[in-house]
Structure formats: structure tokens, C-alpha cells
């Protein structure tokens, strides 16, 4: 079973990234990060979200943050 990839929480996905558990939370509220919902907690494969964060999408997810909150100033 050593080949198959163990599952990451929040807390570890965001120390990963460097980013706040709140980042993490916006970018599965507006489905950017890819992610698995398990009962009540998220899960995360690391490959997957390496992936993501290399693809560039990250910085398009960071992009509409802040347009977001501009436009609710």
C-alpha cells in the first residue's frame, strides 16, 4: 500500500502553501482549489493541489479574492 497517497487536512494543506486556513476556506468556497469533503471536515491529495498551485490557477484564485474584496469596500 505504499503507493497509494495519504489524505491532508486544512491545517496541513495551509501550512504547505504558507497561507492562512481562512485562504484555504475561500478557495473551496468559490471551488478553486480542488478538494473532498469528508462528513463534516475537507480533505486534500497533496499531488492534486501541487498540481493546481503549478497549473497557475492559484494566482488567478488569489486575482479574485481581491477583486472581491475591493468591490466591497
Known sequence: MSGVERWFSLE???KH?????????GWIKKETIPYYR????????????DDWV????????DKENTMEEQTND
Not at 38 to 49: D, H, I, M, S, T
Not at 54 to 61: F, I, K, L, P, T
Request: charged content about 30%; hydrophobic content about 35%.
Open 54 to 61: 503549478e497549473s497557475g490557477q492559484s494566482a488567478n484564485a
Open 17 to 25: 502553501l504558507g497561507v492562512s486556513k481562512d485562504t484555504i476556506r
Open 38 to 49: 469528508v462528513g463534516r471536515q475537507y480533505k486534500f491529495k497533496l499531488a492534486e493541489v
Open 12 to 14: 496541513e494543506i495551509s
